[in-house]
């Protein structure tokens, strides 16, 4: 079956850098979306990932390793306004997306 | 602002009610969606539309009824609903090219809650 995993669950301090992990089994692949949902909000999208390697993109960055079925954020100099949950989403072969639980990031001063 | 705006933002109705949510996008994609999220679980897909047409039902009670009368808005009614299809129901919708949806832009969302 297919299957996207990832924490439900991080804390990080103000200023500081966390990670969030992404491990992903689908049907084919055709790449790896990040979103950002605030509590009450919409989810926007943060990145997307096809080729292996690092993506950056100010304070935010996603990696995407295809032969390890596995997808990093990292998300540097965290802000309290960061504190949100963080969708990953793999796509198949046929281009549906396989979504995560999402993890809830808390921020603390 | 997304760009997607989904009406009411809440709603509570008995499961006997007949009721519809509505979506409509500004962004002039062709492509929308009708997502459920419950609490600690992945988006689950119900319902898609390109230019108008159902192209998935992601086999959905029929209790849910999609209606796409162009390719701006979205409406999804509800009759007979139980209580474990409270929910927040996210609407979507994106430039879909070949068949990939590409980036999607979503509304704030329904929360329904069922009595």
């Known amino acids: 079956g297919q299957n996207i995993d990832q924490p439900t669950e991080m804390t990080a301090t103000e200023g500081a850098i966390v990670q969030i992990n992404c491990t992903y089994q689908?049907?084919?692949?055709?790449?790896l979306f990040w979103y950002q949902q605030h509590a009450g909000e919409a989810p926007t999208f943060l990145s997307y990932n096809v080729l292996d390697g690092l993506e950056e993109k100010g304070r935010f960055s996603s990696f995407l390793s295809r032969s390890k079925g596995y997808s990093y954020l990292l998300l540097k100099e965290l802000q309290m306004k960061d504190s949100a949950s963080y969708l990953c989403a793999g796509m198949d072969s046929n281009y549906q997306l396989i979504w995560g639980a999402g993890t809830k990031l808390i921020i603390k001063p | 602002e997304t760009g997607v705006t989904q009406t009411p933002r809440h709603l509570v109705m008995g499961m006997t009610n007949k009721k519809s949510l509505k979506c409509e996008q500004h962004?002039?994609?062709?492509?929308m969606y009708w997502y459920k999220q419950s609490a600690k679980k992945p988006l689950e897909l119900m319902f898609v539309?390109?230019?108008?047409?159902?192209?998935e039902n992601n086999s959905v009670p029929s209790r849910f009824s999609p209606e796409c009368p162009n390719s701006s808005h979205l409406f999804l009614h509800l009759h007979t609903l139980q209580p474990e299809d409270s929910a927040l129901y996210l609407c979507a919708s994106s430039l879909r090219t070949s068949g990939e949806p590409g980036e999607l832009f979503f509304g704030e969302g329904s929360r329904l809650t069922v009595l």
């Open positions: 689908t049907s084919g692949f055709n790449g």
């Open positions: 962004l002039g994609h062709n492509a």
């Open positions: 539309y390109n230019f108008k047409e159902q192209t």
